[in-house]
Every structure is written in C-alpha cells, then in structure tokens.
C-alpha cells in the first residue's frame, strides 16, 4: 500500500485512512487505491465493517484544479474524469458497511467520496460543499444520484444551486450526516458504529444492505455518464475558467454566462 492510504484492523472493522494532508485532495490514483481496498476486504471474512477517515485538515477538499503540469494520471481533464468516474462507481460497488470520519472539510468530489459511505459521522466544524457551480462547472462523482438520495431533492438542491458550505451542525439536521460529536471525537465514534454494525450477523448486514441499496451502483453509472458529459461540455465555457481563477485567487467569481 502506497503512502496516500493507511489500513488498519481492530477486530471487525478494518480503518482506511486517506494520507494526503493537509487537504487529501484526491485524483484517480487514490480513487482507485480506496476501491482497491473496498473490493480486498469485501473478500475478507474477518472484516465487518470499514470506517473511511483522513488525516490532516480536511477530510477531501476535492480535485486539485491548482495542480500545476498534472500528468494524465493526476489530471482533470476528460478522460482522467472518465476514468476516475468508473473507480468511484467500484466504491458503490461495495457489500460491507461504510461510515466515513468526517473531522474536516468535504469539499466538491470529496462530499461525493462521503457520501459513497453508508453513514457519515462528522462534528461542527466540518464543512460539506457541493461547489462545482461555484467553478462554473457541473456536479460529479455520482453526486446528482446520492445527494437527493440522503437529504431530498429540495436540499439537495439548495446545495447545488448556491455552492454553500454546510455547518456539521446542519448536515446533522438535515441528514446529511448520521452521528454528530466534538471534532476530537469523530473517529472514535465512527469506529463505535462500526463495531457496533459488526456485532450483528455478518450474513444478514450483507443481505440487507444489497436490499436497501439495490441498483445503486447502475444509478450513480449512469448519472456519471451524464455528469461528465456536462462537465466536459463547461469546461470549455469562459464561466469555468474564471471560476478556477476566481477559487485560485480566494475571491468571489464574476461570471458572464458564456
């Protein structure tokens, strides 16, 4: 295992930590090194439950737009996305619990990497962010599926449409996440959901959790054919490249709708 992910396992559940500190922004390499993960322990009996944590600062703060000469590996450019897309649908994929440690920011793809978890345990200050029209862009990772999924069309909405940052507080209240503690907490009461998940039959959590989330890996492919459609059509668009200057230079756009 690469530096950019830690495993380990205390009895049933198995932690996954994400070490790209301080922002753990993510790209198709370490997409594919979680699902790598995700796919190793849905293979391993010993395993129950898995919590998806992060060192540094942030939980995900998303893609890096600001990375300089990106290679086509690390790149955001349409086909890295593609790629990166059908990665992300693997998480999906997944037969064994997730819940994710949100201590920090979730930010664009990085609300999308939470929101591939189960559960989402977070604190107040952590912030959820869907904001790709901020950037002039479209939203990704599936997001168009899971977010009205978990807190209705409305706030999901709400979300995309103003690019607002979401205090832990009201992620708590409207759902977005599960467990709400002090911020020197959150992983601990992540791994005690887990454990507690894991003390019921292996068996029967499986099965029931095909139930609940049956079909949705086919819905989140299929909204990701049609998000990086859209994104590969505004990317191209004036409105995204002064949205990336715009978050580059930490002020607000001004957008022309062109």
Do not use: W
């Not at 690469?2 to 009895?11: E, I, M, P, R, Y």
């Not at 997001?143 to 449409?161: C, H, Q, R, S, W």
């Not at 887990?194 to 492919?221: D, F």
């Amino acid at each position: 295992m690469t530096s950019d992910l830690a495993l380990s396992q205390s009895g049933f559940v198995t932690t996954i930590e994400i070490r790209r500190p301080p922002l753990n922004f993510f790209d198709l390499l370490l997409i594919r090194q979680i699902a790598n993960a995700v796919e190793a322990i849905d293979k391993d009996p010993s395993v129950r439950a898995v919590v998806l944590a992060a060192e540094g600062k942030a939980f995900c703060a998303g893609a890096n737009f600001n990375e300089p000469a990106p290679s086509p590996e690390r790149s955001v450019g349409d086909t890295a996305i593609g790629h990166l897309y059908l990665e992300a649908v693997r998480l999906f994929s997944a037969r064994k619990p997730i819940i994710a440690a949100v201590h920090g920011a979730a930010i664009g793809g990085g609300l999308g990497l939470a929101m591939a978890a189960d559960f989402r345990v977070t604190c107040p200050e952590a912030r959820f962010s869907a904001n790709f029209t901020r950037l002039g862009f479209h939203p990704g990772f599936g997001l168009t599926v899971t977010l009205p999924e978990a807190i209705g069309e409305t706030n999901a909405a709400l979300m995309f449409y103003t690019s607002r940052r979401v205090t832990g507080e009201d992620a708590f209240k409207m759902g977005l996440a599960s467990v709400l503690v002090a911020q020197d907490q959150v992983r601990a009461a992540a791994f005690k959901l887990a454990e507690e998940i894991a003390e019921c039959s292996p068996l029967g959590v499986v099965a029931t959790r095909a139930t609940i989330r049956r079909g949705l890996a086919n819905r989140v492919r299929a909204a990701t054919e049609h998000e990086l459609a859209e994104q590969t059509r505004l990317r191209a668009t004036e409105d995204f490249k002064e949205g990336i200057k715009a978050m580059a230079e930490r002020r607000v756009p001004n957008f022309k709708g062109r």
